[in-house]
Every structure is written in C-alpha cells, then in structure tokens.
C-alpha cells in the first residue's frame, strides 16, 4: 500500500459510514483459536487490515491453517503446535503477545521475542508474566525473549496492578484450558473483553462478569469449534464521527454500539457538539457549528478511550477556548502534538497534560504519522485545514482503518493516495 496521500481539506463531510468489525476484538479472538485442538474456529466481520494479516501469519507459523475473505476467517487448529514465535512477526505487533497464554496453556511451553516499545511508550509485558506466574508458569527472560515452560498450569485468583486489556485477555485465554475456577480482579472491561469472553464461553468455557473489574473463568481441558461475530469497532466509528465534527459536516456511523461510543459523546455534548444516537447509528450534524473546549483525561474503559486521545486533541484544536487533555493510560502519547503545531495547531505540553488553545485556522503542509492514531488524528487534520495536507507514513494508519479511502471519498473527502514521486495515483 502507498505510504503518503494528499488532501485538500475545508469540505464538510457528508454522509453514512458502516463501521468495520473491531480490530482490537479480532486480534485475541484469533489467538484464542490456539486453544482448540483439531478444531476449527469460525470468525465473521473480521476487517481486513495488516495487523489482522499479521496475526494470520503468526498462527500459520505456528501450525494454524486460516481462510480469509469478505470478513469471514477460519481458523483450523491441528493436534500439534509449534511454540515458538517469530521475532520478525512478533515485533511488527505487539499484539502478538496474545499467544502466549494459549500457548503456555496448549503446549507447557512458548518462546516469544519481548514486544518492542512503540511511539506510544515502553510497553512492557510485566503483567501478563505475573498472572502466568500466578498460574503455575516458569518464566526465564533470554537474550530478549520470553522463555515461559510449565508443567501443569493451576486454576486460581489473578490480580492484575492495572487493568491491561492485553494482560486481561491473556489471563482469560489461559484460564479458559485450564480446569477450575479462576478469578481475575481489576480486569479490564472494554467490550473487545467481552467478546473474547463470548467466544470462550461459545467454546465450552464458563465465563462470568465480562464488562465487570472481576471475570470469573471455569476453564476444561478441552475445548470445542465455535462461530463468534466480532463487535464493530468504536474507535473507527468515534474517528468518522470526529471528521463529521472537524469539517463542521454531518455524518451518521452504522451498525454502531451507540454505548460503545458513550465516553466521547458526552464530551462532544460537553463542547456543544449536537449527537442523535438511535438503534445502531450514532449521528452528527455540525453545519456551522462552534464547539467550546473541555477537559478530558483517557482511562480504562468506560472511561474517554486513550485511542481517541489524537482525534479529539485535533478537534480541540479548532474549538473555542482551551482545553485540557491528561493522558493517563501510556507514559508517552503525545508524538503527535508537533506535528500538529505545524499545522498551527496551539498546543503546550506540560507533563503529562496539554493545554490545547483554539484556532479558527488550521494551515495544510506536510506530516509525518508516528502511530496508527495519530496518523488517523493528522488525517483529519489534513481534512479540516485549508489547503493541501501531505500525510506520510500511512503504513500505521493501514494497520487499523479497513477502505479508509473509498470510505472518505463517500463522504465527499478530496483525497489522494500518492506515488513515491509526488504524483497522485
Ligand atoms: C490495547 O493495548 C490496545 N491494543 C491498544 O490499542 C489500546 O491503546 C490499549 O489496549 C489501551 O486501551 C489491542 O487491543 C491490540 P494495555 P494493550 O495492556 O493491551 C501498561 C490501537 O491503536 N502495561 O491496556 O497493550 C501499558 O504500557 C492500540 O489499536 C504495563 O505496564 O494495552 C500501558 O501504559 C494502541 N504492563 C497501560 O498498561 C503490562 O504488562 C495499558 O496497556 C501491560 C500493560
């Protein structure tokens, strides 16, 4: 795929958006898929996007044989597994780490690379090793990988220091093979948990208080096949909602979980931003519209979702008034914020906080995106500035936004993949 595009910003966007299966559901779903033995999991409305065929790699390598097309993916497990993972896959995504549980509990054993750091902190995988520790597992860290081995993992009450999604889901898939009852406490509760807990419990594990900060598993020791739907992604919704805001357009998001969405739009009706929601849609109509600041800071969910930091710092941007955003889920997401100066963007990072002040103009040049959101968050900027935007980088932004193009182009965006010399493709 191109890595740039141009953009000439200052047109509302006008229009419907169907929302793509989420990929933050999809990844440890797949994962999950390691827990059968000669079995077969059956995924639908998997978006097709390059972390998604980056997890399909890693399950191959490993044994896994998968079918993929028109968002619907199987995955057929053999009776032997391969437990050790390539670092060249693992390190191009983090979420690889979500093999690990799976594989600790399928196998005994797992060698997996320690995921590197990204532009959005450092990353560390502490507390998945700690709850597999919890479990019975031996851990060695060696020459910059995880040597996990055990002899017979044991079902007990794992307290996670923060709920991490991914440590939550790890401990989950672990739990789930191994018999009797474990408790997890201060789990995470992003819906993308309880859909990986719906597709446990479709493949004969018990599980209990999914959405809640204690998940309750009664694992077997041996799972079935199951079919699981993926939930639509939130956050590529909230992000078309935001371009809806940004070019002051109107724009619907379909096949939508409006309460999915809830933490952003109470901050979009705090800025005065008007929001219908009705059955699966979720709508803005901002023909004209000023928005005030607010304050914000991201938390776990249901908390204002640390993945929308960028989109919304970017719609800030434009708002009248200050605004003060606190990021507290990564040490370091705030790469972004120079690149969104340039753009005349007034923005003052002070610690762990930003004071956004307002303007009414936002100036198009050249950007570089440092990570998926941010390149999301530098497209809308390039949306709703005058002029032309070039975004580089959009290796990131391929990663997580399935047709962003043809879907942008709907609503009327004038954007432009770009070959390496500069011209429009
Ligand atoms: C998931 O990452 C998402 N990725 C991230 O989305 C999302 O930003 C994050 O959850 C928070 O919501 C996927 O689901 C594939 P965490 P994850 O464990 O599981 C620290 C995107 O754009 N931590 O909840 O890695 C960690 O450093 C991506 O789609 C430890 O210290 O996030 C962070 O500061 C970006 N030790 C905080 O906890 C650990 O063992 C939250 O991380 C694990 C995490």
């Given amino acids: 795929m191109n890595d740039r595009m141009i953009i000439r910003g200052g047109r509302p966007l006008i229009g419907s958006i169907v929302t793509q299966g989420a990929k933050n559901a999809a990844l440890p779903v797949m994962a999950s898929a390691l827990l059968l033995r000669g079995g077969r999991l059956t995924l639908k409305r998997v978006p097709d996007l390059q972390d998604i ?34 670092a060249d896959l693992v390190r191009r995504m983090r979420a690889s780490s979500l093999v690990l549980g799976p594989l600790v509990a399928r196998c005994g054993r797992a060698v997996l690379p320690l995921p590197g750091g990204c532009a959005i902190g450092s990353r560390p995988i502490d507390f998945h090793l700690k709850g597999l520790v919890r479990m019975g597992a031996e851990i060695d860290l060696e020459q910059g990988s995880v040597h996990a081995r055990t002899g017979g993992l044991s079902a007990t009450r794992i307290c996670l220091d923060f709920p991490s999604v991914g440590a939550t889901e790890n401990m989950l898939m672990t739990a789930a093979l191994t018999p009797g009852e474990s408790v997890i406490e201060n789990a995470a509760r992003e819906p993308e948990i309880s859909n990986l807990s719906q597709s446990l419990r479709l493949m004969g594990a018990t599980v209990e208080g999914d959405g809640t900060s204690t998940i309750r598993v009664v694992g077997t020791s041996r799972l079935q096949s199951a079919t699981v739907e993926i939930i639509p992604d939130r956050i590529e919704a909230s992000t078309y909602l935001l371009a809806g805001v940004m070019t002051r357009g109107e724009i619907t998001v ?12 109470c901050k979009l009706e705090e800025a005065g931003v008007p929001v219908e929601t ?3 849609s979720v709508s ?21 979702p640390t993945d929308l930091q960028p989109q919304i710092m970017a719609a800030l941007c434009m708002a009248e008034g200050t605004s003060v955003i606190h990021e507290s889920v990564f040490d370091s997401r705030y790469v972004h914020v120079a690149e969104f100066k340039r753009m005349g963007g007034k923005i003052d ?13 936002l100036m198009g040049t050249e950007v570089r995106a440092s990570d998926l959101r941010a390149g999301a968050a530098l497209i809308l900027m390039g949306l709703a500035a005058g002029g032309e935007t070039v975004v580089c980088g959009l290796k990131h932004v391929w990663r997580g936004y399935e047709s962003l193009m043809e ?8 954007i432009e993949l770009l070959a390496d010399d500069k011209s429009a493709v």
């Fill in 407 to 414: 879907k942008m182009k709907s609503i009327g965006a004038d």
């Fill in 53 to 86: 065929h980056t997890m399909a790699d890693l399950l191959r390598h490993l044994g896994a044989d998968i079918t993929f097309a028109g968002g619907n993916m199987t995955i057929d497990v053999p009776d032997e597994l391969k437990w050790d993972t390539p």
């Fill in 254 to 265: 379909t096949d939508i979980v409006p309460e999915y969405l809830q933490a952003l739009v």
């Fill in 278 to 280: 009705s059955g699966n």
């Fill in 349 to 361: 990072i002070q610690g762990n906080t930003v004071v956004v002040t307002g303007v009414h103009k």
């Fill in 284 to 304: 803005v109509s901002c023909k004209g519209l000023k928005w005030n600041g607010v304050t914000l800071k991201t938390l776990p969910y249901p908390g204002f």
